[in-house]
């Protein structure tokens, strides 16, 4: 099937910065997004490229490149759909927060009510794409809704996940390592190989079973997530024993056989898929009684809620075991640099924590807006938005927020930090002046010199 027409269902992270990397290698191909959100959409078409609803490096420029040419943002979801031959599914996959396997299964939703739209209004026969991350045999339930309540005609349902992350999403999609396509008809996978062959060449587009490509997906994930953990558990350890984490790393990382991306030590990773994919993949082993499977990949999450844990503690620990009425600034409130997104970040945990410790709390992000901390914060429930609101201030400037504070919590490795004026700093901040660096970013001993009491992680 030539492919004229591509309808992405779902305009965020993922759906928007693909979708823009397709449309530009493929200038032939009329690429609409559609959200049921109308507001992201509008912020989609803003012609003010710094307001678009994602930030990405590189991002703006193509969307500047291809909008309006045949890149598409619209609310007119059926349709787009109905013109399309090819409609990816790109909508969110929380976590469940209700009924059975609440905290653990994915909450499948939003990728039901998509089946049962496209099933709805499809008039000629499609090409439906699994981007969003989903649990294996997801593909099942997609193809029997369509099949059963669609127009008799034919659905061909591909899993294609996506490993973009966040922040280098566009280098990444523009040279990814590999692109995984799942699918039962051979014909169906062509067609959505010859969309990527524009740009990826052949030998790096893997064709796979659909359960393969689903399963593949959760495992680079748990995989991924596991050496953060790893590495993390190992800078516990370092604090005891004078061991140097980062030199830890860097030595084991050298093996070829284990490599050395993915072994900084930190306050405990965060993103919206780490955490989610584990316990998806957790509570599919449970399902079928694989419980040494299960309790094997759910340490991985248990050792990142500890590392988050120890590092609100130690830093209570050491301002004399109180920080009542104390102003801590938090640097950094994305989950990992160069993104606006926060979801599952570390120092929304953090925050929380030292707010139960009748902490103040003070913000600073260079690209997270001053409303988003908020609505992260009273997410979590602990305590009112009006209390939130009192003990939590979003500063509009770095040194604004470091002024006068007692200690400061680096939370997010944006670069932009390490360049700050820390003598400033320093002589602004009560003393002792304590930093605890989440990141390892600062040199320690150029921090001592200025006179800081500096704590890292695993150093
Ligand atoms: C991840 C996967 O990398 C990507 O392939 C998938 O498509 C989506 O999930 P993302 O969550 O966007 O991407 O970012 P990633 O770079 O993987 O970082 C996740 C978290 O781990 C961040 O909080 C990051 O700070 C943390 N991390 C990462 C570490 O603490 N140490 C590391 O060495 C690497
Ligand atoms: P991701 O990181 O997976 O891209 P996001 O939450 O950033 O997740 O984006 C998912 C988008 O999908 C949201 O903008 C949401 O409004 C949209 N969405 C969810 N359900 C539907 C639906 N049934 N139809 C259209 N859009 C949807």
Redesign the pocket.
């Known amino acids: 099937m030539k492919v004229e027409k591509i309808c992405c269902i779902g305009a965020g992270y993922v759906g928007g910065p693909t979708m823009a990397v397709i449309a530009q290698k493929n200038p032939g191909i009329k690429v609409t997004i559609v959200d049921i959100n109308a507001e992201r959409i509008a912020a989609w078409n803003n012609s003010d490229l710094s307001k678009l609803p994602v930030y990405e490096p590189g991002l703006a420029e193509i969307v500047k490149e291809t909008r309006g040419k045949n890149l598409f943002f619209s609310t007119e979801i059926d349709k787009a759909i109905d013109e399309a031959e090819m409609i990816f599914i790109s909508v969110n996959t929380p976590t469940k927060t209700y009924g059975k396997g609440k905290g653990q299964a994915a909450d499948l939703k939003y990728i039901e009510l998509c089946s049962r739209n496209i099933a709805k209004v499809a008039t000629t026969d499609k090409i439906v794409v699994e981007k969003s ?1 989903l649990p294996v045999r997801t593909a099942e339930a997609v193809k029997s809704i369509l099949d059963n309540t669609g127009n008799g005609i034919n659905f061909h349902i591909l899993s294609n ?9 566009i280098e ?1 999609l523009l040279s990814p390592d590999r692109v995984l396509i799942g699918g039962e008809s051979q014909e169906a996978i062509e067609s959505l190989a010859s969309v990527y062959s524009s740009w990826v060449p052949q030998d790096q587009i893997l064709r796979t079973n659909l359960w393969s490509s689903e399963l593949s ?1 959760l495992t ?2 748990a995989f ?2 596991q ?2 953990s790893s ?2 558990s190992i800078s516990e350890l370092c604090e005891h024993t004078e061991a140097n984490v980062d030199e830890v790393a860097k030595a084991i990382g050298m093996d070829s056989r284990i490599g050395s ?14 955490q989610k ?1 584990i316990l998806n993949l957790v509570y599919i082993a449970r399902s079928y009684n694989l419980n040494e499977v299960a309790d094997y990949w759910e340490q991985v999450i248990i050792m990142n809620d500890h590392q988050k844990r120890r590092f609100s503690d130690n830093l209570i620990k050491t301002l004399y075991n109180t920080v009542s009425g104390k102003k801590i600034s938090m640097l950094g409130w994305a ?2 640099k160069d ?1 606006n ?1 926060t979801r599952e ?2 120092a929304i945990y953090v925050a929380d924590h030292l707010l139960n410790e009748q902490a103040q709390v003070s913000v600073y992000d260079p690209k997270v807006p001053k409303q988003k901390v908020y609505s992260d914060l009273n997410y979590l429930n602990t305590r009112s938005e009006e209390e939130n609101e009192n003990n939590v201030t979003v500063s509009e400037t770095p040194y604004e927020s470091l002024k006068n504070a007692h200690a400061v919590a680096i939370m ?2 944006w670069d932009e930090f390490k360049d700050y004026d820390w003598k400033k700093i320093y002589n602004e901040m009560k003393k002792p002046a304590f930093v605890f660096d989440g ?1 390892n970013i600062l040199d320690k001993s150029k921090m001592n010199e200025i006179g800081f009491e500096y704590y890292s992680i695993g150093q």
């Open positions: 991350t996940p996506e490993f973009l992350a966040e922040g280098t999403a990444d997906k680079a994930n991924l997530a050496r953060v590495i993390n991306k993915f072994l900084k030590a930190s306050v405990g990773f965060g993103g919206s898929c780490f994919d989950f990992k993104t997104d970040s570390a997010t490795e990141r």
